[in-house]
């Protein structure tokens, strides 16, 4: 039995309601989100998550080009390199898609099992 079977055991005995497991996230290797390297369709990797940034990139204050240079890679130190606020990791939430596969990880960060 698994960790939420067990919580939903224990919580339907005592409370009568369910602990619910949010949905997996899509996983993808560094080869998938390779592909999608264009102005028309831009992935990208920060902190093992998946982002297509594609529409963002139009209204990116820092401008497109820049963006479009780490379009299909791992962002992570371009982003981290640049000065970013919590606004900007704030709408990068809006663009998750993602994750990567466990092995390909750098992080140890929220990106589920
Ligand atoms: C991938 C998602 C990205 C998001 C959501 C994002 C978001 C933002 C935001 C909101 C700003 C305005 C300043 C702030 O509020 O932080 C900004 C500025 C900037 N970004 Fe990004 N950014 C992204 C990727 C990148 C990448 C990959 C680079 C490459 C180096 C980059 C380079 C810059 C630069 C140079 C500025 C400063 C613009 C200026 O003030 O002149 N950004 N970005």
Request: net charge negative; glycine share 4%; charged share 25%.
């Amino acid at each position: 039995m698994d960790l939420f079977s067990a919580l939903n055991n224990i919580q339907n005995h005592f409370f009568n309601f369910k602990v619910v497991q949010l949905p997996k996230r899509k996983q993808f290797t560094l080869k998938e989100v390779s592909a999608h390297c264009t102005e028309n369709d831009c992935w990208m990797v920060i902190k093992d998550l998946v982002y297509d940034v594609t529409e963002f990139m139009r209204e990116h204050p820092g401008g497109s080009d820049i963006m479009l240079e780490y379009a299909g890679t791992d962002a992570t130190m371009a982003f981290a390199d640049k000065p970013h606020s919590l606004d900007a990791w704030i709408i990068l939430e809006k663009y998750i898609i993602g994750e990567l596969v466990p092995e390909e990880r750098m992080f140890d960060n929220k990106a589920s099992s």
